[in-house]
């Protein structure tokens, strides 16, 4: 082999492959992988014929040293990769949203939602404009006020009466949960606090 016959590989595969295999197989319980390192194992032989040393032992002991070596190695690292996988499928899993509601309780929160919408539009434009600010806009009244160029008096005074339409408009049933679903964001009691 140091002289770069390519027989002697052949040759030096012929007689140690099968224990070769045998131990890697032994080391790793899986075929392919004990392939692998057979391969990685004779390759390495074939490129440093020199890297045995006859004064520490026999060639048989140094080459099944090496397999086992590399063999270990090749565990080592599947079970990284079984960790890295592991990981990334948890963190995965932890990021991914999960529904804190129910179906049913989606359902019916897009029930009630479309007939917000529906009541809203069916409130004279100046009360909707001042419910909408403040409840999906997020404004308190004194800003609705600003945003609109209008008293805060009359803000205070359109926001109560909408409420008041919206109640009528949707019922008892839905208006218990009308501030909820409009979100109890801005008061509408008239007093502004």
Known sequence: MRAGDRSAVDELYDRFSRPAFALARRILSDDVLAEDVLQDVFLSVWREPGAYEPGRGSFSSWLMAMVHHKAVDAVRREESHRRRQT???????????????DVEDEAWSRVVSEQVRSAL???PAPQREALTLAYYGGYTQREVAAL???????VKTRML???RRLREELGSAAGASLGGALGESAPIDGTGR
Request: aromatic share 0%.
């Open 87 to 101: 990981r990334a499928e948890d963190d995965l899993a932890l990021t991914t949203p999960t529904s804190s509601r």
């Open 148 to 154: 609109t160029s209008t008293p805060l008096g009359t």
């Open 121 to 123: 539009g069916s409130l």
């Open 161 to 163: 009466a909408g409420m």
